[in-house]
């Protein structure tokens, strides 16, 4: 028996995995503190939900336009320009069922079989898995030393005549980097002059806690004509189960992704598209006391860190994670993976594997959820780790 050689070579999402086993623990009565998984722990704001219950009511119920309604892709068009500074057609902008469906039909789109992609790690579990699918290679950078994006230089060193893609993820999952200005030109200089495409990942825009979200575009907008961004509803909205994502990219990409689309899920459903253009319409001012809260978390968690000491991390400047680096913690050959399987087993303490990121030696620690258990979690984390 034979199978695809290309399906073969991708593993299934360890983060659900871990989290999937969380929850096993839970249901046999273990208090498990759940750190693992990625989503806000605040509800979709009511409003939005309103809209979908009316539009579900109204009888939106039908397949919708492949690529979006034009209600909902000029909401995104509204959007870019109000929050990003950014001007698309709205013909360039296709949406699908999370970021996710978006990411895996560029990849598909753009990449032939041996094609490279460069990935700067840590970073988002599905990239590399989703460009093997898609007969294309990862090329995985090793993290640095402060955590944040290597140099072009080291860049640089990774590349090959294969090279056909960058991924770019600012604010960053899982270390929490955001890139500064000047970060951004060295970088969108560098990757003009490779004329490599451009996928950048902004699903965690709006968290952003020390200084505003700036897209890679609207720093180098030479970028252009190989830049595709990536964002959706998920993070921004607490939409994480509702699976409204989007790209706007060069015409030609959107179509490819538009035709991929209209093969596989063929569309989102209507009242969600309904309740989407309320959700882009209100942007980020509806979702301000959750990012506040989110902040705080942030500052609580890393103080307490830091309070209890013998914890390295990479401090977050935005979305909801901390990267913790316990290589220095791992003794005789231990790994990352087995230590976050014995924290669940011993610590009932649910933690993303390093692995999961393409970066070993790490654990991550999602701080959505509250206070408490953030509180519990750090100290048991803190016990297990440095005893
Ligand atoms: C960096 C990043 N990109 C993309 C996604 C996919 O988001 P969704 O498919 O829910 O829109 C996630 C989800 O965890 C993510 O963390």
């Known amino acids: 028996m034979s199978f695809s050689r ?7 999402s360890p983060t659900l995995a871990l989290n999937a086993k969380a929850v096993q623990l839970a249901k046999q009565g273990h208090k498990v503190l759940n750190f693992a998984v990625g989503e806000p722990d605040y509800p979709t704001p009511k409003v939005v939900v309103d809209r979908a219950i009316e539009s579900l009511k109204a009888g939106r119920t039908k397949y919708t336009p492949a690529g979006g309604s034009p209600e909902l892709r000029q909401a995104i068009v509204d959007k870019l320009q109000r929050d990003n500074g950014l001007s698309f057609d709205t013909s360039q902008i ?41 007969g294309g290679i990862p090329v995985m950078i090793p993290v640095t030393s402060h955590g944040r994006i290597p140099s072009t230089e080291e860049i640089a060193k990774y590349s090959s005549p294969r090279t056909k893609a960058f991924v770019f993820n600012s604010p960053n999952n899982p270390a929490g980097y955001i890139l500064t200005e000047s970060e951004m030109k060295e970088l969108g200089g560098f990757l003009a002059k490779q004329g490599w495409w451009v996928i950048s990942d902004e699903i965690y825009e709006y968290m952003s806690f020390d200084h505003p979200h700036q897209s890679l575009l609207k720093v180098c907008p030479e970028l252009k004509s190989k830049f595709i961004l990536v964002n959706g509803l998920s993070k921004a909205f607490a939409m994480t189960g509702w699976r409204v994502g989007y790209c706007a990219a060069p015409q030609e990409v959107a179509n490819m992704v538009k035709s991929l689309q209209s093969h ?76 976050s399987e014995r924290l669940l087993q011993e610590h009932h ?25 953030i509180t519990e979690g750090i100290k048991r984390l803190h016990k297990a780790l440095v005893g």
């Open 94 to 134: 296709v949406v699908g069922t999370g970021a996710k469906e978006i990411l895996f039909h560029t990849f598909l789109s753009l990449l032939n079989d041996g094609d490279e992609v460069i990935l700067t790690t840590p970073c988002w579990v599905s990239y590399a898995d989703q460009i093997r699918a898609a």
């Open 264 to 339: 596989s899920s063929t569309c989102i459903p209507g009242f969600i598209e309904d309740a989407a253009v309320v959700a882009l319409k209100h942007g980020k001012p509806l979702m301000a006391d959750d990012v506040a809260r989110l902040r705080q978390r942030r500052d609580m968690a890393t103080k307490l860190l830091d309070s209890l000491g013998g914890i390295k991390y990479f401090f977050p400047q935005g979305a909801y994670y901390i990267f913790v680096d316990i290589r220095d913690n791992l003794r005789g050959g231990d790994t990352s993976l087995n230590f």
């Open 349 to 373: 303490l649910a933690l993303a594997p390093g692995e999961a990121f393409g970066a070993p030696g790490f654990l991550r620690l999602s701080y959505a959820t509250d206070e408490d258990t």
């Open 6 to 12: 290309r399906i073969l070579s991708v593993q299934p």
